[in-house]
């Protein structure tokens, strides 16, 4: 704790010596009716745009923070009854420069010139919603808020795009149904315009968004005069029907190796009132979603991965907000899936496993999420799956038979998210977890807020949850048994600035569990971490920018209370005036390190077991070249030392991308890591006391571990509604035991010189193989045909063939899943249909 104390006294002496911030000029305009709405052409020179002021004098807020823009702006916006328009033009000196890189809609920063404009409707400083348009015509919305930016989200609105002599001008049309806003006759919105000019990787405001300051819509300007509008009848519907076709060589008596399924069902959007909207898919289709990158796990932890099914990724960002929902936990892997093999006493009768899902099926999800004109932002999310069984079969009689492995089981998400001034907030979250036939419940609800000084120079930030377990495992006398845990976070530092610093406390208990909803890969932990920062966002030298820290950090075990860890890490990253960036990282160990989880060993819920990792250190790095070349490069590498075991791990990774035009992007990643005498967990005996006068002989071992993970992707851009993306992986890990030992009471290990007689001292070689590929076209606004073909490979091959290229010629020639499927999604507003009607 001495380390902290000291370090936690230089960030305040360095406090007082920092220079305060120069005032920011808040700029402010106003918005002007119009009764003729113009025509989205791209070509905002109609009469009626003459009538607004336009909005000028943009600033850098990257390369050269704070100063002018390049390039020349006027942006003018107007409103009638039924939506916002933005004109845009965009001067430019050499207008042959101007990059016109296509790319998928939301598809994120590519080699074009941009446009955006940011609407903070409600005024609370903390969350914005973003529209953004390329030069080549692609559109990109997204809601910016305090948890990050929410690309995911989709709305439908217009845009067009056109060039001129003088640079290229851009029109925007976002209905009132795209947005949500209070009923106040007279309105007041943050706002903000954006321009990114490529060629410079120039981000440039109109109201300057100063990088040395936390937060993005806190730093908006303001649009008045907004009186008299409505918000429309918000109802949407978006029906789907999807075809798979589906070939695994099972060559089995009785199973199919051709499938095929039709399916159908549909998304619902519909606006409560003026703040709140309901979002609902009935009998969802996951089926296209991007393909899971599968491991080798030789961790005890568990694997996460990432959500790719729209419906979950769209419009969570509240339910995200306090890291306690992890919506992979819907749908996925039975509760007793695993468990089938170690039940035949429950049975009765010996058995052998003829079907057990994998999955189990979603019948419906739906969430409710706004925020008033107060800033009380309120989400609600509930889902329901159905009861997944696994078919058996007697060994005996031959008699089939079903085995409960996942119950009805009801999700639920609350989440209350109150704004407050200056750009803190308040936020209680509860999830609860409701499972039939028997089957234990889970509920966990978690408070934070974070609180910042008028200047959001100073950030306090607090948390604490509380998860509870209702009849999990064994109940005695009949009594409802409830198992408690908790956790809390106490962080408070300076955000703002050239120095910053954060203090940070972490605590969980050793019952602290969220899992059946949240993703925590363990608890029972302490943790304690200092570091100071000292950051230039303004070019000097050869730099652009330089971002610099220096900390500690320090772990021990809740409970029972003992030292597990100590880090001092050095962090610099940087880039230079020719757009390459590069990082680097420093961490010392400097002690002997305890790790409490990878024995896996527990009494009464406490590990009992500890393993000793020697002292050592760590270099990382990372280099990237500049992306406006036709040809980059990305870099990644580092390794890992420790002396008294003899211990080096070693990884590089190269990521070649070629822009060969504007129509057609390769990236391809491929990165290798070698452990070499890794120790890890070899397995347990537990028929008799050992020499040690321990209860279980807990195996460790030294191993060699290989990893090659490539990725090849490309994307064919037809035009701004069509694409064909390309995403192939193959991935090869192996671990190859070469010593073995008796883990010692004191976390020392003394050599076995034999195998230990447990599964987990067998060698592994796991490999995984995917393509996906997918054609996309957005025939209509919110409307999609998509056309996918996947093909996937999970094999296990002998230990023996560890060598990369017979192992992927081997992968290829296992068993393969090939999947094709073709889906289409149709948007219905119900404005529009109004509209048609009424015409």
């Given amino acids: 704790m001495k380390h902290l104390c000291l370090l936690l006294l230089t960030c305040c002496c360095l406090t007082l010596i920092a220079h305060a911030q120069a005032p920011k000029i808040t700029k402010q305009f106003t918005a002007v009716r119009t009764t003729a709405a113009p025509k989205i052409d791209g070509l905002p020179d109609e009469e009626i745009w003459k009538l607004a002021t336009p909005a000028i004098d943009f600033r850098q807020a990257v390369p050269d923070n704070g100063a002018p823009a390049r390039q020349r702006t006027e942006v003018r916006m107007l409103y009638d009854d039924d939506a916002v328009y933005i004109g845009a033009m965009l001067f430019d000196t050499a207008p042959d420069s101007i990059l016109l890189q296509l790319s998928q809609r939301d598809g994120g920063q590519v080699n074009a010139d941009m446009f955006g404009v940011y609407f903070d409707t409600y005024m609370d400083k903390q969350n914005a919603l973003g529209f953004e348009v ?168 568990e694997v996460r991965f990432n959500e790719n099914r729209q419906f979950f990724t769209e419009g969570t960002e509240l339910f995200n907000k306090a890291g306690l929902f992890y919506s992979r936990r819907i749908g996925a892997q039975p509760l007793h899936y695993n468990d089938l093999a170690y039940d035949e006493a429950r049975y009765g009768k010996k058995a052998e496993v003829l079907e057990n899902p994998e999955k189990t099926s979603l019948v419906n999800a739906t969430k409710i999420s706004g925020r008033t004109s107060k800033g009380l932002g309120i989400g609600l999310f509930n889902a329901v799956t159905r009861n997944t069984y696994a078919t058996l079969k007697s060994r005996d009689t031959q008699e089939e038979f079903k085995v409960l492995t996942d119950p009805v089981t009801n999700y639920n998400v609350l989440v209350l998210d109150q704004s407050l001034p200056n750009s803190s907030y308040v936020t209680f979250t509860n999830t609860n977890v409701t499972r039939g036939h028997g089957f234990y419940n889970a509920n966990v609800t978690g408070l934070m807020t974070r609180l910042t000084n008028k200047k959001n120079s100073y950030a306090l930030e607090v948390a604490g949850n509380l998860s509870q377990h209702y009849n999990k495992g064994e109940v005695a006398g009949g009594k409802e048994k409830v198992e408690l845990g908790h956790a809390y976070e106490v962080e408070f ?133 500049d992306y406006r070349k036709k040809l980059a ?11 008294e075991y003899d211990q080096f791990s070693g990884w590089l990774g190269l990521a070649p991308r070629v822009r060969v035009n504007d129509h057609l992007q390769i990236v391809y990643r491929v990165n290798y890591n070698r452990s070499l005498r890794d120790f890890g967990y070899a397995g347990k005996d537990t028929s008799s006391l050992n020499g040690n006068g321990l209860q279980d002989s807990i195996f460790f071992g030294a191993r060699t571990v290989n990893t090659v993970n490539n990725t090849l992707t490309g994307t064919y851009i037809f035009n701004a509604r069509t694409a ?113 009607l009424k015409s």
């Fill in 134 to 301: 390329s030069a080549a015509g692609v559109q990109t919305d997204f809601k910016a808020t305090t948890n990050g930016d929410e690309r995911s989200w989709d709305a439908v609105w217009q845009s067009a795009v056109a060039r001129k002599a003088q640079g290229w001008s851009v029109e925007l049309r976002i209905p009132y149904s795209a947005i949500r806003f209070s009923n106040r006759e007279v309105q007041t919105w943050g706002i903000n315009f954006w321009r990114g000019v490529r060629r410079y990787r120039e981000d440039s405001f109109w109201n300057f968004i100063d990088s040395s300051v936390q937060g993005f819509a806190n730093q908006f300007g303001v649009v008045d005069g907004i009186k008299g509008i409505k918000a429309p009848l918000r109802l949407s519907v978006m029906p789907y029907l999807s075809a798979y076709a589906d070939h695994y060589p099972h060559n089995q008596e009785g199973k199919k190796n051709l499938t095929t399924t039709l399916n159908g069902g549909m998304d619902i959007k519909y606006g409560l009132n003026d703040a709140f909207t309901l979002d609902m898919t009935l009998v969802p289709d996951f089926g296209q979603a991007q393909s899971d990158a599968q491991v080798l796990n030789l961790s005890p932890f």
């Fill in 493 to 625: 530092g300076k955000t703002s600035g050239n120095f910053q610093f954060t203090v940070e406390h972490e605590s969980m208990n050793h019952t602290y569990d969220i899992n059946d909803l949240g993703y925590l890969s363990n608890n029972n932990v302490i943790q304690n971490e200092a570091n100071v920062r000292y950051n230039f966002y303004k070019p000097f030298w050869k730099f652009n920018s330089l971002y610099n820290a220096l900390g500690v950090q320090h772990r021990m075990l809740y409970k029972p209370a003992s030292y597990a860890q100590m880090v001092y890490f050095f962090q610099t990253n940087a880039t230079t005036r020719k757009f390459l960036s590069f990082g680097l990282t420093l961490a010392l160990l400097p002690h002997n390190n305890y790790d409490y989880f990878e024995p896996r060993s527990y009494q009464n819920g406490l590990p009992d077991r500890k393993f000793r990792s020697p002292a050592g250190g760590e270099v990382s790095g990372y280099i990237s070249s």
């Fill in 633 to 643: 490069l990305d870099v990644n590498y580092g390794f890992y030392r420790s002396g």
């Fill in 724 to 836: 064909l993306n390309l995403n192939m992986r193959h991935y090869w890990s192996s671990a190859t035991w070469q010593d073995y030992y008796l883990l010692l009471a004191n976390g020392d290990i003394d050599p076995l010189g034999y195998r230990p007689p447990a599964p987990g001292s067998n060698n592994r070689n796991f490999n995984a193989f995917n393509i996906d590929l997918v054609y996309s076209w957005r025939f209509a606004p919110g409307s999609e045909l998509s056309v996918v073909w996947k093909n996937a490979i999970y094999n296990s091959i002998i230990p023996e063939q560890n060598l990369y290229f017979s192992n992927l010629r081997n992968t290829l020639q296992a068993k393969q899943l090939n999947s094709f499927s073709v889906k289409m999604l149709y948007y219905l507003d119900y404005q529009v249909i109004k509209h048609v």
